[in-house]
């Protein structure tokens, strides 16, 4: 069940990473005044969305469900762990 969780999530990632990687390409290309009051629409087939800059993150929304993603500073972290469950390990 949990693989079934994952493979959702990559799936909507990959349909997602499209828009957000267009918008933050714009961003980057000089108009980030104009993103901070302007949405802009896209539409690829059926696929709707709109991407808001803000001082925290990023807001985008896609068809009609909405999506909020803030920074996070860089750093480390270990992931798995030795004494748990047998598919954690290695902790690493």
Do not use: W
Not at 13 to 19: Q, S
Not at 45 to 56: A, F, L, P, R
Not at 61 to 89: A, S, W, Y
Request: with cysteine.
């Amino acid at each position: 069940m949990r693989n079934i969780y994952i493979s959702a999530l990559h799936a909507l990632l990959l349909a997602i990473m499209p828009t957000i990687l267009t918008g933050c390409t714009q961003c980057n290309a000089g108009n980030k005044g104009q993103m901070k009051d302007m949405q802009q629409k896209r539409t690829a087939g059926k696929i709707v969305g709109s991407y808001t800059e803000e001082h925290d993150g990023i807001r985008f929304t896609l068809n009609g469900v909405e999506f909020k993603m803030i920074t996070v500073e860089g750093g480390t972290f270990t992931m798995g762990h030795d004494n748990r469950q047998p598919n954690e390990k290695p902790e690493h």
